[in-house]
């Protein structure tokens, strides 16, 4: 008798740890899925695309221009502006370009909060380095940060081709560097200019020891013959007097990305390109003269060789650069232009506006910027 009841003792046993077996393997996979961090709506965690990271929350570069009343952010009287960039002030009649926002597809950018941001930036520098686009968008970063300072309490100074605004409450920097071309152009025998396509020491010196560094450089690099920076490229020691302006800026970006690879360590510096910023000038300029609103989308789409080039190369680097692909949603926005209201003029020179040169590169401020940085604060945040 003794032996069957051993036998059915041992069954219950085993059938009592094959259901709590089951039972623990469903509690844990309810756990799992509990956990706030497999969330994929949370439409605050945004990311910037990057190569080394194929998991992106939300590709900003993908979205529509969306009207907002609440917006700009602050108005033209920011001290902080260039008199050619204050477009309201030098008399445009219509302000409406201030006032729209990007919305991604699937997500959004959080409006900009001055107080947040600073205080994520305590004790940090941030530099914006580039062409002057690039310090379009510097000016933004500070108008958008400067009004919860109060007077006494910001200052900005000069060092060489470098300039700085200072919190000093929160011990923090927002600096622009011009380095238009990234690598060095010098003056060479006769006065004649010389970019050298693998020398950078001169700009990189002044990005030492920042904590955020944000890359902006093509524009000069396409620029045509007639308005060229430069009259002899120099790779080594051959001197040449074309080449191919894309082979040519290939050339500068890998100097720049060795640079960055073997000198800049990304547990202490962050760093960000953001990609082209769109002209309007064709037409003689008058491409966006006269705009007021964005265009609504594209019937041909069109990426500049420029970012391809520039993603050839991020793709290649050690060091892990976020790209700002702000290139497509930009280039809607051909009513956000300075055109002719790049100074202020007198009643009679009004009538006569087509007699003056239109800016069709560079962004009204308030304006188009701005949203650049609500994205640039948004990647800061991961």
């Known amino acids: 008798m003794a032996k069957p009841k051993l036998q059915l003792l041992l069954l219950f046993f085993f059938l009592s740890i094959l259901q709590c077996f089951f039972r623990c393997e469903s509690s844990s996979q309810l756990d799992l899925e509990d956990e706030p961090w497999l969330d994929e709506e949370d439409d605050e965690v945004v990311m910037v695309q990057s190569h080394h990271d194929s998991r992106t929350r939300c590709?900003?570069?993908?979205?529509?221009?969306?009207?907002?009343?609440?917006?700009?952010?602050?108005?033209?009287?920011?001290?902080?502006?260039?008199?050619?960039?204050?477009?309201?002030?030098?008399?445009?009649?219509?302000?409406?370009?201030?006032?729209?926002?990007?919305?991604?597809?699937?997500?959004?950018?959080?409006?900009?909060?001055?107080?947040?941001f600073l205080g994520r930036m305590r004790r940090k520098r941030i530099m914006l380095v580039g062409d002057s686009i690039m310090r379009n968008q510097w000016e933004s970063l500070v108008c958008l940060v400067q009004g919860v300072i109060p007077t006494a309490r910001k200052r900005v100074t000069y060092s060489g081709p470098s300039m700085a605004f200072h919190a000093m409450d929160f011990e923090t920097s927002i600096e622009f560097s011009w380095a238009p071309l990234l690598v060095e152009l010098r003056k060479g025998p006769e006065n004649k200019r010389v970019l050298h396509l693998d020398l950078i020491e001169e700009n990189a010196k002044y990005w030492r020891g920042v904590d955020i560094l944000v890359f902006d450089s093509a524009h000069w690099w396409t620029h045509s013959d007639k308005w060229s920076s430069w009259d002899y490229f120099m790779e080594g020691s051959s001197l040449?007097?074309?080449?191919?302006?894309?082979?040519?800026?290939?050339?500068?970006?890998?100097?720049?990305?060795?640079?960055?690879?073997?000198?800049?360590?990304?547990?202490?510096?962050?760093?960000?390109?953001?990609?082209?910023?769109?002209?309007?000038?064709?037409?003689?300029?008058?491409k966006c003269y006269n705009q007021k609103q964005p265009l609504a989308f594209f019937s041909h789409q069109h990426?500049?060789?420029?970012?391809?080039?520039?993603?050839?190369?991020?793709?290649?680097?050690?060091?892990?650069?976020?790209?700002?692909?702000?290139?497509?949603?930009?280039?809607?926005?051909?009513?956000?232009?300075?055109?002719?209201?790049?100074?202020?003029?007198?009643?009679?020179?009004?009538?006569?506006?087509?007699?003056?040169?239109?800016?069709?590169?560079?962004?009204?401020?308030?304006?188009?910027?701005?949203?650049?940085?609500?994205?640039?604060?948004?990647?800061?945040?991961?």
């Open 240 to 286: 040449l007097r074309s080449m191919n302006p894309m082979v040519a800026y290939e050339k500068g970006l890998t100097t720049w990305a060795k640079w960055v690879d073997l000198n800049l360590d990304p547990s202490k510096t962050r760093v960000i390109f953001r990609s082209m910023s769109p002209r309007h000038n064709r037409e003689n300029g008058w």
């Open 59 to 116: 590709d900003f570069s993908i979205g529509k221009w969306v009207y907002d009343q609440s917006y700009p952010l602050y108005d033209s009287n920011c001290p902080y502006l260039s008199a050619a960039v204050t477009c309201q002030k030098n008399g445009r009649p219509d302000s409406d370009y201030e006032k729209w926002k990007w919305k991604p597809q699937g997500c959004s950018v959080p409006r900009f909060d001055a107080l947040d």
């Open 303 to 382: 990426v500049p060789e420029s970012l391809l080039v520039l993603q050839g190369v991020l793709r290649r680097m050690r060091f892990p650069v976020y790209l700002q692909d702000i290139t497509t949603m930009t280039a809607l926005r051909r009513d956000a232009h300075p055109s002719v209201y790049r100074r202020a003029m007198a009643q009679e020179e009004k009538q006569h506006l087509k007699d003056f040169s239109s800016d069709c590169s560079h962004w009204c401020l308030p304006g188009v910027p701005d949203i650049w940085n609500e994205m640039l604060s948004a990647l800061l945040k991961q």
